[in-house]
């Protein structure tokens, strides 16, 4: 059993950061974010900073060799619809291709990380068969296609981390809780299913019995029980702690030796990649199947007027 008090203690020295105070961002959906500036370091470009506002669904904020990208739908719970995620495809791309940033840190605006995919917008991606992520200048953010992230990646959750916000939780190298953080992988209570990669990523990070409690029963999870499973590696008292961890341990990151950083990483992948790609090859055609059924119908009704759905297979 896990006392709060104990592993509060262990964070408490970092203090707080206001969240009002990240000032200085940038659009990744825009052209800039992939960089239009000569890079101080080496070849290759530089992410801009820009002043955020609210038309700008993801922000960009450089502190010295960190990135800090934040999910910024505060209205819509930072639901992710398809502009939002190709926009955080730039910003990753970007992060990775400028020479003088060496860590990033993924966290959300408002009062959640994020309820995860913005369904309507996706349904109705999935029926006009559009591209959800532009093929070239892209990074995947659930990295299930090359190219892959070489650089250190921490993402700092709080309140609702759900579904593909999960997912995206799951990527990162290291995770950094709010204390409030609920998560949830409970697609299979709406007739989809977990298609962003937790059926490899959580597996692997929890283990065979925990994962498939939570993405069978559709049950949510808090910080505690995260910890407990080992999918998070500290928890904060409030989201402006966690921030302020994530940015500390980036920036730590950030002064050890890149190339080495590098290695470490690819080395690392090299132990499981290899397992996991035929999977994450199959994900986008399984999950866009399910929109077609039934099921998915029936369970956005349920939704929609407030009941329990009733599901029958179809």
């Known amino acids: 059993m896990f006392d709060r008090r104990d592993l509060l203690k262990s964070i408490a020295a970092y203090g707080s950061v206001s969240m009002l105070g990240l000032t200085r961002m940038v659009s990744a959906s825009d052209t800039r974010v992939v960089g239009a500036l000569p890079s101080s370091e080496g070849t290759g470009t530089r992410l801009a900073d820009i002043p955020v506002t609210e038309e700008n669904t993801v922000t960009i904020e450089r502190r010295d060799q960190v990135v800090l990208i934040g999910i910024n739908r505060p209205k819509s719970h930072n639901r992710i619809d398809p502009e939002t995620y190709d926009a955080l495809g730039k910003a990753y791309y970007g992060f990775e291709n400028d020479p003088s940033l060496r860590a990033a840190v993924l966290f959300g605006h408002g009062d959640h990380f994020s309820r995860g995919i913005d369904v309507d917008a996706y349904e109705l991606a999935a029926k006009n068969k559009k591209t959800i ?107 402006e702690d966690a921030l302020k961890l994530g940015v500390d341990i980036a920036t730590k990151i950030a002064a050890c030796a890149p190339l080495g950083i590098r290695a470490t990483l690819a080395s690392a992948h090299l132990a499981i990649d290899p397992q996991r790609q035929p999977v994450f090859d199959q994900l986008t055609a399984q999950y866009r199947s399910l929109y077609q059924t039934e099921d998915f119908r029936e369970g956005r009704s349920a939704e929609a007027e407030h009941r329990a759905p009733v599901y029958k297979g179809k």
């Open 133 to 239: 992520l532009s093929d070239t200048g892209t990074i995947d953010p659930l990295g299930k296609r090359k190219p892959f992230l070489t650089k250190p990646l921490v993402v700092v959750t709080h309140g609702n981390t759900w579904n593909m916000a999960h997912e995206f939780h799951l990527v990162a190298d290291v995770r950094i809780t709010a204390e409030n953080t609920e998560f949830g992988q409970d697609e299979n209570t709406h007739g989809r299913f977990p298609g962003g990669g937790s059926t490899v990523r959580f597996v692997s990070e929890v283990g065979w019995g925990n994962a498939m409690r939570y993405m069978l029963t559709g049950e949510h999870w808090g910080a505690l029980e995260a910890y407990r499973m080992g999918e998070i590696q500290a928890i904060a008292a409030t989201r």
